[in-house]
């Protein structure tokens, strides 16, 4: 969002090195009140701006409610904005990730690889335990939900 290396907001702060005197001190230069939000962002006049415009195009959603998005976690173990979340609407390939070429020997070895289906494993059980298929459909249904 802008390209910023952060976005600074008084609903964190104080952190990141900034007070709560340096917070206080902010508040009463720009005579904001507890009730208000104050964003800070340091960078080119470009890059400020175009991030300025991405917090208040926030704002607005977030009247809406929480806007749906893809988020990265960052080793801080805080996160940060990544790209939105796809819609219905998604009519295009997934740009982040490269298309995987799959030749006929790969499909091969997957589909030689692949576990029984329900239906197949609902009849085995039946079969091997000697199970009515109410039984066995509740133990099959254990076991999906609940895999070891």
Do not use: C, W
């Amino acid at each position: 969002m802008g390209k910023v290396g952060g976005i600074f907001h008084t609903d964190e702060l104080p952190a990141y090195g900034i007070s709560d005197e340096e917070l206080s001190s902010l508040k009463k230069i720009v005579e904001a009140t507890d009730e208000d939000a104050i964003v800070l962002v340091a960078d080119e006049k470009q890059a400020v701006v175009a991030a300025l415009n991405a917090v208040l195009d926030r704002a607005k959603m977030a009247i809406k409610g929480v806007p749906t998005e893809t988020r990265a976690a960052q080793l801080d173990g805080t996160t940060r904005f990544s790209r939105p979340r796809p819609g219905a609407a998604r009519m295009y390939p997934e740009t982040d990730v490269p298309p995987v070429v799959i030749d006929s020997n790969r499909l091969q070895q997957v589909t030689n690889e692949l576990p029984p289906s329900p239906e197949i494993k609902l009849m085995e059980l039946i079969k091997k335990y000697n199970l009515n298929e109410k039984l066995a459909s509740q133990i099959l249904s254990i076991r999906i939900s609940r895999p070891f």
